[in-house]
């Protein structure tokens, strides 16, 4: 779900809210979708690394079938383009290259070992402990596993693996179901960015509960479900 989606989603459902309300708690989910959006746009960036990585392999292999360095002028008069262009080309894959490479090792110390199972406990626990701490009430917190059979069976790393090669995130993911004020949401919302591992919310739903008396409302909550990258 997309910003612009997510936006639409949370106006139709919230309508019982203030309008600085709604507008304070969109602008939340967007910020917050966007910052992890950030943390995970080496997954992307990864194809564009494999592909960078096999053009400069692949220059490198036609530098020893030719028995020496290859001359740009050459290359250059061959494919009737510039020299200094291909340099700077040539320059700017190298330098792209070390970028990527230093992001997603940057990244991947931020998100939880999925070999390190007690890790992973500590963090759902964070995750419940955060959600439980605001006005929050966690329903059901369970792993997205790639086999649906697999649902009830405790994580190995094996199942988180295969989880996270079966989503366009290529981590875990985590199915979150909670009850939340307004105030609760937005607090643990704020409070994602400082567990101790990345868990990214890359999909939400959220509906509101309204408890009526005499046919009048007297009170209301929003049902949450969120998917989070870990």
């Avoid at 990527?100 to 963090?123: A, I």
């Avoid at 069976?153 to 989503?167: D, I, M």
Wanted: proline share 4%; charged share 30%; hydrophobic share 40%.
């Amino acid at each position: 779900m997309n910003a612009k989606s997510l936006a639409a989603n949370i106006s139709a459902r919230l309508k019982k809210f203030s309008a600085a309300e709604i507008n304070q708690l969109i602008g939340a989910f967007c910020a917050v979708t966007a910052i992890f959006y950030g943390l995970l746009v080496w997954y992307p960036d990864h194809k564009k690394l494999g592909d960078l990585t096999y053009k400069q392999q692949k220059l490198d292999k036609r530098k020893k079938t030719s028995g020496g360095e290859i001359k740009l002028p050459d290359i250059a008069k061959a494919a009737g383009m510039d020299p200094q262009k291909i340099k700077e080309e040539s320059e700017k894959v190298a330098a792209s290259i070390a970028h990527l490479e230093s992001e997603k090792t940057r990244l991947e110390k931020r998100f939880v070992p999925l070999d390190n199972l007690d890790s992973l406990q500590s963090l759902k626990s964070e995750i419940t402990r955060l959600a439980e701490t605001g006005d929050m009430e966690v329903v059901s917190l369970e792993h997205i596993y790639k086999d649906k059979d697999d649902r009830e069976r405790p994580p190995t790393p094996e199942r988180l693996k295969a989880a996270g090669e079966a989503n366009p995130y290529h981590r875990p993911l985590l199915k979150m179901k909670s009850r939340a004020s307004y105030r609760g949401l937005m607090q643990f919302l704020d409070g994602l960015s400082k567990l101790a591992f990345i868990a990214a919310p890359v999909w939400v739903d959220i509906g509101v509960g309204i408890e009526k008396k005499d046919n009048r409302a007297v009170r209301q909550w929003l049902e949450v479900e969120i998917h989070l990258a870990v």
